[in-house]
Nanobody, 120 residues
Framework: QVQLAVSGGGLVQAGDSMKLSCSVS????????IAWFRQAQGALRERVAA????????YYHDSVKGRFTISKDDAKSTMYLQMNNLEPADTAVYSC?????????????WGQGTQVTVSS
């Protein structure tokens, strides 16, 4: 049973930084492709950042390029999303996901969402 536990989130002001963590138990974390998604109220869920288990491919949504960084610590089975220079448009529920299914944007395991609210 693979379980993901997200920590971080909360209320910050525009321009602030925040780091989300997602601890993964069960499975083989070091071999998982990983990703962070977000869903704003009334909007579709979008993939914010992703990387392959080798780290050889990294993806960022255009709206977060240069501000967000995805990383992982295989020894701790934990993935991170460092968010800098946050903007009100970044307000959303953020979720982590691991073990991408084939070449799709679907992931097999998901963590619970955490609310990130950025005030102007």
């Amino acid at each position: 049973q693979v379980q993901l536990a997200v920590s971080g989130g909360g209320l910050v002001q525009a321009g602030d930084s925040m780091k989300l963590s997602c601890s993964v138990s069960g499975g083989t974390f070091s071999r998982y492709d990983i990703a962070w998604f977000r869903q704003a109220q009334g909007a579709l869920r979008e993939r914010v950042a992703a990387t392959t288990w080798t780290g050889g491919y990294v993806y960022y949504h255009d709206s977060v390029k240069g501000r967000f960084t995805i990383s992982k610590d295989d020894a701790k089975s934990t993935m991170y999303l460092q968010m800098n220079n946050l903007e009100p448009a970044d307000t959303a529920v953020y979720s982590c996901a691991v073990d991408r299914i084939g070449s799709s944007l679907n992931y097999r395991y998901w963590g619970q969402g955490t609310q990130v609210t950025v005030s102007s």
